[in-house]
């Protein structure tokens, strides 16, 4: 499975910003995409995804800020960015994988696409 995001840049503080991510390959072989961040010094995080089925999962900084949402294809994946803060800023990875049909919480990410970064100015 091939991953290929875009949609990143510099916006200002409370701006928004939608990332796209459009997956290619062996689509049969994944049932959840998302999307992660990583910031200078820090660990990668999970910022949210979505299973097949819909069910979603958000950290708890994207909360009530972002969306994620994908296509009736299942081939796609989008992060509507909200009131952007400065701590947003942060290489943002596409990712896709599979999860237990019966337990989304229990998955695991085995592609990756290249990040595309954001930046949040204040």
């Known amino acids: 499975v091939q991953l290929q995001a875009s949609g990143g840049g510099l916006v200002q503080v409370g701006g928004s910003l939608r990332l796209s991510c459009g997956a290619s390959?062996?689509?049969?072989?994944?049932?959840?995409m998302g999307w992660y961040r990583q910031a200078p010094g820090k660990q990668r995080e999970l910022v949210a995804f979505?299973?097949?089925?819909?069910?979603?999962r958000y950290s708890d900084s994207a909360k009530a800020r972002f969306i994620v949402s994908r296509d009736n294809a299942k081939s796609s994946v989008h992060l509507q960015m909200n009131s952007l803060k400065p701590e947003d800023t942060a290489v943002y990875y596409c990712?896709?994988?599979?999860?237990?049909?019966?337990?989304?919480?229990?998955?695991?990410?085995?592609?990756w696409g290249k990040g595309t970064q954001v930046t949040v100015s204040s």
């Open positions: 979505m299973t097949n089925e819909g069910t979603t």
């Open positions: 990712a896709a994988g599979f999860s237990d049909p019966d337990q989304p919480d229990v998955y695991a990410m085995h592609h």
């Open positions: 390959g062996s689509l049969f072989s994944i049932n959840v």
